[in-house]
């Protein structure tokens, strides 16, 4: 069901009266003190391997107990931060590593340099960035507890942008859970990060609790995105798993919750009419909305069939859904985003406000479509989401294609969205996703501009001629060399349609006043430190 903002106008305005909460909800919190905060996130933690999934709720997690060898600043520029010193050699090709002073794991015992390499091994089997790393690696090895070594048989200088990670988070684990495939999940949750998993409060599908990491030593630096001091506030932090929106909002009305990270759009106008809420932009370039479609099943094996899909989405009316004031929300139509330095106009003729419905149609039947069943798989516990699958299963059944919804919660979506089989083997057709705008810039690590088939992230695009093409990126030494590369991968990219975006959408979080201190960054996922309660 889609909320209408009439509906919601209803439950806030006049008399200015909050939502009731319902009972449950009563029931299950105590009065929240100034040293813990209630969060509602986006989507239900269900995968907690940051090597296993890109969910951003598992990125969150990671985020929370994990630490990197170097993170992001707000600019996007990588900055140490478990790394105290680092240096490279005349020859460019051997970089040292020493760690900071005063790392341990949550389980007390000291952290070290075979955690480290153990780590960026396994973080390498599954990221864009560490694999290019590791095709580089002629040695990844221990020097002595607190110093190792990448040593390379060319060149990479990309080598230290590409380790903050853009699209797995590249966590430091103890040893003895990295040594093993990035296929098999650690579910551990001890890190040497600035919180503590708390097994013993943990109630999957209902709440996860984290608690400050008391023996966690912040760096020096003034915190700056995802760099800098880690100092955490609070004493501690609990995600509440409320699937539903209103329940959400009413809950953070009543003070139950302190903060919400997607409110539907619909409640925008009741949030900024409560005089103790606030919406707040985290991530001022926003995200990419993002339709994948399965490649290797019709109809999407054939290019004219995901061709159509570049006709028949009207990218303004999904905005209308996910961003309907229009500060919030923009159309895209280059790969590489919006206002990023490689986003360009080449081959987007396509593009029409409106769409183009009749097109689309007989792209479809070009492709040979013939009344097979496209699956789209409907996360319910994501507003911005849910609503949008809604939108294309209505599109599509506007031009007769047999489209048919799949609900179930985000977790659901991303267990199912790895099988690659047929629908009537528990397959899909389309999944609906999203990723920060800033990250498409990033060619080496984003896996939504991969186009190597099976190889390739959830869809599995292929065409060599691209990858040609994305092979040379890393080569190239001038930011004129790129953009001229850009214009001609993108060119491709729009012929054979890796997948299609419905927008981009900046989506402010709902706090209470009296929660402060947020991070803001342009990756689009939550961090927990530097936040306070009044």
Known sequence: ???????????????????????????????????????????????????????????????????????????????????????????KKTYTFELRDGLSWHDGTPVTAADCVASLRRWAQVDE????????????????????????????????????????????MRAKDADRPATEQVTANIGSGPFKFNHTLAKPGAKFTYDRNEKYIARSEPCDGFAGGKVVKVDRVIWNNIGDGQTALAALQTGEVDFLQAPPADFYPVIEGDPDLALQVLNSGGVVQCLRMNCLQKPFDKAKARQAMLHLIDQEAFLRLSAPDAKYGKVVTSIFGNDTPYSNDENTGWFKKGG????????????????????????????????????VAAQLRKIGVNAELAPSDWGGLVARRANKGPVEKGG???????????????????????????????????????????????????????????????????????????????????????????????????????????
Do not use: C
């Open 356 to 391: 183009n419905p009749e097109k689309a149609k007989q792209l479809f039947q070009e492709a040979g479509y013939a009344g097979e069943k496209v699956v789209i798989l409907q996360p319910t516990n994501i507003a911005s989401l849910n609503n949008a699958a809604q939108l």
């Open 129 to 172: 960035g560490g694999k290019l790393i590791m095709e580089r690696a002629r040695d990844i090895s221990k020097k002595d507890d607190k110093t190792f070594v990448i040593v390379l048989k060319e060149p990479l200088g990309l080598l230290i942008n590409l380790l903050p990670g853009w699209t797995y988070h590249p966590a430091v």
């Open 1 to 91: 069901m889609i909320i209408s903002r009439r509906d919601v106008l209803k439950m806030g305005m006049a008399t200015g009266a909050t939502l009731a909460t319902p009972s449950f909800l009563r029931a299950q919190t105590k009065p929240v003190d100034g040293r813990t905060v209630q969060m509602v996130m986006s989507g239900d933690l269900s995968v907690f391997d940051p090597m296993s999934t890109t969910a951003g709720i598992t990125f969150n997690n990671s985020l929370a107990i994990y630490d990197t060898l170097f993170s992001l600043d707000h600019k996007l520029m990588p900055q140490p931060q478990m790394v105290g010193n680092w240096g490279i050699s005349d020859d």
């Open 428 to 534: 899909w057709s389309i999944f609906l996703t999203d990723d920060a705008n800033a990250a498409l810039s990033n060619l080496i690590s984003q896996i939504f501009l991969t186009a190597s088939g099976e190889k390739s992230w959830y869809g599995w695009p292929k065409s060599d001629a691209y990858e040609a093409l994305r092979a040379k990126w890393e080569g190239l030494e001038t930011l004129e060399e790129r953009k001229a590369l850009a214009r001609k991968m993108q060119r491709i990219w729009w012929d054979f349609v890796g997948d299609v975006y419905l927008g981009q959408i900046v989506s402010p979080i709902a706090r209470r006043k009296t929660l402060t201190g947020l991070v803001e960054t342009p990756q689009g996922v939550v961090a927990m430190w530097n936040m306070q309660k009044a």
